[in-house]
């Protein structure tokens, strides 16, 4: 060791270093501690539910398990092209025979219709036939199968059972991006009048940021106002952009259900100063424009305070310095204010988005068919059809989207440029 | 180059902010051309008003302001060309160095050149040069000061406002920068109107000082005469250190008063005093009462030492004399000094002409 790195020691000759971490090493316990609880907090109702939710997005070992001798018999199935061989058919057959034993077959078939249109209705004959005991099984089962219905001969059926048999799949994300895993392996578009996720995904996009856009030509000036009025005026209005925050979410969507409907608030006083016909009302609810008018009045707030945040901050004199300089009012709000509301602005935008793009009640209060989001897809498939797997995929492919934006964010803006408070 | 003795003028000018409360009233004020005028006085006297008025960001409730000749009241502040070097320094905390000072000069389109050359010199001005990459929090409270000195001068203003530019710094850097800003002021011969609430600085550094209270000026003059020869007893009490007695004139004459106090008489200058039996308050500064006066003085009297207190460079002593507790000397400190004890007795002298009979308090 050369002189100049040698170790720093204390009185006792125990190493600084070493010295030093144990001095420090009942703090570390004691703040680990305090914050322990919380780790747990999110630990439970937070990670482990995401991993769950990516587990269940994934797991296809379903199928796996209940058709184990098919899928050893197909590995040897060379030309897809082709119908299997009568050893395949034999597997399928066994296997299905003991499903049908353990009463399991119903799932199977529900499982296999949503890889193929269809083939819930040639297993259930296929369950008849074997219930019936019609099969002989010293027979040729391929011939005896393909006679129960036309669809056991066309060969796509085959292949959709072979496409089931990885345990893992990425089918319900592609789904989720309206696209499926064809025969060959290969991934394909759905046919375009069925593409109807992408277009959900596309408006959940369009929709939070033009709330995004919104939420932000309002609330900067409501923000600078608050920040820069006096002391009693400014607390009034604040508790006016407050008080919408502690009313319910759902009583606020409601009230602007009762504005916006067609024979509603708003359109009574469109009607009464002879802006529009009586008999020509516009819709402004259960579409785009109530998704957006609801949206933005409900995060409004949430663009407000960060900007308040920040350019509570900012010194007036530094605008009056700009115009003392020689800038004119706007040379000095360009140059010297706005670049130093920028943190503030990040936040909000970034916290309205962010909002946005995962709001549900609105949109399903007041969206109608051409204003809701992705979320309220996810709900459906949630509450509705219960395949709870392509609700998490879709669920997760949100997250991702949103950690996606966050980090281009941080590219561009730098989150350490962010300031909430 | 003859020097405009009015380059800027405050005509009559009042300001009241509620409608009900004069801030200022009835300003007349001339500040001449390359003259370094302070607005002193306490908190709310309405100095900064005065200057915040000057700069455009206040106008006038009645009266005029008027820079070179031009009547400036409806000319917005960015318009009036007026350099500003603000209390917290104000520099853009998103800019470099570089860019703060480019700031005035791009916004008059200077051509880049131009820009470099300028910001080049204002800030060898103040001996920053090299720190043009570097932004403002990097730098300390003086450096960063000096930034906003340069900034308010890069563009050559006709008139630079200072409101307590001094105040954040500690007293040393403050009292080096005094001294800067006033070669800075000597060297380029701006028009400088600062503002202060600090008497020494206000009396190191000014032409001529502008006492304000109460929304008016109690006197304008060069700070020599404005410490020997206060107008009034709030600008006596206002500058430097005082001794004060409140009496009554029996007697007076051309330039020579009797004040009866308490229970004795002394001898005073009247000053805003004109008859018999008016009330006044004697206004007499610490340094001019002398401990055991070899010269004949005017008015001679023994006193009680209460306190010495040691100050380095000099030893304040606070007597009990013609019935108050509260005279206070200052004696310098030097080799053959006198044993100051606490409760010896002294004789004290002074001249009638430093016993200023000024207006009753």
Redesign the interface.
Known sequence: MSSETKQILTTDGIPLEVSLKKAEKKNKIRAFLLVAPLLLFLAITYIFPIGEMFMRSVDDRMVTNMLPKTFKAMEKWENLEELPSEEVYRAFYEDYKLLVENQQHGKLGQRLNKEKNGFNTITKKLFRQIKRKKIDESASLKEQINKIHKRWRNVEFWQAIKRTAPPYTAAKYLKGMDMYLAADGSIAQVDEDRRIHRILWLRTLEIAFFVTLFCFFMGYPIAHLLATLPMKYSNLLMICVLLPFWTSLLVRTASWMILLQQQGIVNDFFVMIGLVADDNRPEMMYNKVGTYVAMTQILLPFMVLPLYSVMKTI?P??M??????????F??FW??YF??TIPGIGAGCLLVFILAIGYYITPALVGGASGTLISNQIAFHMKTTLDWSFASAMGLMLLTGVLVIYWIYNKLVGVDNIKLG | MSKNPEFVKFDKVDKSYDGKVLVVKDLQLDIAEGEFITMLGPSGSGKTTCLMML???ETPTHGEILLDGNIISNI?????????V???Y?????MTVYENLA??LR??KVEKDEIDKKVDKALSMVSLSGFETRMPTQLSGGQQQRVAVA??LV?DPAVV?MDEPLGALDKNLRESMQYEIKHIHESIGVTVVYVTHDQSEALTMSNRIAVFNDGKVQQLSNPAELYEKPVNSFVAEFIGENNTFNGEVVDIDKDKCKIKLANSEILANPISVKSKGEKTTVSLRPERALINPTDKMDNMFTGKIEEVIYHGDHTRVRLNLLGSSEFILKVPNSTSNLELKVSQDINIGWNSTDARALDPK
């Open positions: 010194s004199s530094l009056r310095a700009g115009k003392s300089l020689g800038g004119t009012p040379v000095a140059k010297v670049p130093l | 700069a455009g960001f917005p502040p960015h318009k009036r060309g007026i350099g500003m603000f209390q917290n104000a520099l853009f905390p998103h700031f005035p916004v008059r900034r308010a563009f406002l």
